[in-house]
């Protein structure tokens, strides 16, 4: 099986293009970012606060968290409910980031991210893919950008989503989280010693996918 691992900040397109290139190349996605966001969602919902590691630990093993694919898209379930949407909040996300930096919470969904590689060619992206879930994969990519071409594109998104969008509060988010990400004690954010970095700040969408989907092809040949 090959596995390809893509890592990097917040807002740099990881999920995106790792949809996309999966869809070319006919490979699984797996966003684990997603599994974080439902931990955090959970919290949120059962007024866990994450500053208390023991009650985060003590809510995990109550936890459903299942990835589904329809119609060769990736589904999150959390029980019987389908939070592929309500994940996808700003405030989750600073909740992910948070929950993300405990250990025990790393370790408790590491299996589950493993497995997928385990019987399918596929595409993980997240933050410690390469150095911590699969650092046997194939092929490593760190794909990054400036806080402020992240922040546009952030903007934009949920623009077209109709919904209001403020870029200062939104670079502010973006630069706490890579704070966060890059600092935490378990696993920080940073690029395997053997990645191809990849700087999407003046590249098309277009552009991304087809150089991802040709350094796959030059890796695994």
């Known amino acids: 099986m090959i596995a390809v691992a893509i890592d990097g900040p917040a807002g740099a397109g990881k999920s ?17 970012g997603a599994i974080y966001r439902t931990v955090a969602l959970a919290c949120i919902r059962s007024n866990t606060a994450i500053e208390d590691v023991q009650a985060v630990e003590a809510l995990l093993p109550s936890l459903d968290i299942r990835l ?9 379930l959390l029980g019987d409910e389908d ?5 996808r909040t700003e405030n989750v996300s600073m909740a992910a980031s948070r929950v993300s ?6 370790q408790y969904l590491l299996d589950l991210q493993r497995n997928f590689a385990r019987n399918d060619n596929v595409i ?13 994969a194939q092929v490593k990519i760190f794909l990054t950008a400036s806080p402020q071409i992240r ?35 378990t696993a920080p954010l940073k690029a395997a010693e ?28």
């Open 16 to 32: 995106t293009i790792a949809k996309r290139v999966s869809g070319e190349l006919g490979y699984i996605y797996v966003d684990t």
């Open 68 to 76: 589904i694919f329809f119609n060769g898209e990736q589904h999150i």
């Open 83 to 87: 939070v592929s949407e309500a994940i």
């Open 101 to 106: 930096a405990i250990p025990s919470v790393r």
């Open 124 to 136: 993980m992206d997240g933050r410690d893919i390469g150095t911590v879930v699969l650092p046997n």
């Open 151 to 185: 922040a546009k594109r952030r903007v934009l998104q949920l623009q077209e989503q109709g919904m209001e969008a403020d870029y200062e509060k939104i670079l502010y988010d973006i630069i706490q989280r890579d704070y966060n990400d890059t600092h935490r004690e």
């Open 194 to 221: 053997n990645a191809i970095e990849v700087d999407t700040s003046s590249m098309t969408l277009e552009e991304v996918v087809q150089k991802i989907t040709e350094i796959i092809k030059e890796q695994t040949l």
